[in-house]
């Protein structure tokens, strides 16, 4: 990345409908009130994702009730992570061990030789907020086929684990 490039940060779920258009939407939304941005280029994916399909119904609604409208701040519609955006984005939150460990497996060699894009920092996002965390207590929990009350926890976890992200990439921006 150029010094004068804005700082790109994409979340990575499974099918890019529950949680990473979640936290794409509520790091969008830290970042305006920051008025930061023109500082970052912010984008949502998922390990196992169809082109298209729009976020959860549940994740919009629990993005409302905090005053987050996921449409107007998202891709607002689901895409497959690609080899090359391990080189297109700075930092490449995943939002579980597992989706963590599909995305390595894009860094690791292919048939057709070295796969680009070693540039990413690939990390679990709730780690973000806490290093130490081991095991599932690492994980964003997958809120899919629960009522809204599973979203409103998982909310809580992305709002906080994006608010902590924002500190680290953004330390002299104002709170």
């Not at 796969?115 to 964003?140: C, H, M, T």
């Amino acid at each position: 990345m150029q010094p004068d490039a804005p700082i790109g940060v994409l979340f990575v779920c499974h099918a890019n409908m529950c949680r990473s258009p979640l936290a794409e939407g509520v790091f969008a939304h830290l970042v305006a009130q920051r008025g930061l941005e023109g500082r970052f280029a912010i984008d949502s994916a998922g390990t196992w994702a169809a082109d298209g399909v729009e976020p959860h119904p549940h994740s919009v609604q629990i993005a409302r009730e905090h005053g987050i409208d996921l449409r107007a701040l998202t891709s607002a519609s689901s895409r497959p992570i690609r080899p090359d955006d391990l080189s297109r984005f700075d930092h490449v939150l995943a939002m579980d061990r597992a989706n963590e460990a599909d995305i390595e497996r894009l860094r690791r060699l292919s048939a057709f030789g070295p796969v680009e894009g070693k540039a990413a920092r690939v990390r679990v996002l709730r780690a973000v907020l806490d290093p130490n965390a081991r095991g599932s207590e690492r994980d964003v929990p997958d809120p899919i086929g629960r009522g809204p009350e599973a979203y409103a926890h998982v909310y809580a976890i992305i709002a906080d684990s994006c608010t902590a992200l924002l500190d680290e990439l953004a330390p002299d921006s104002d709170r």
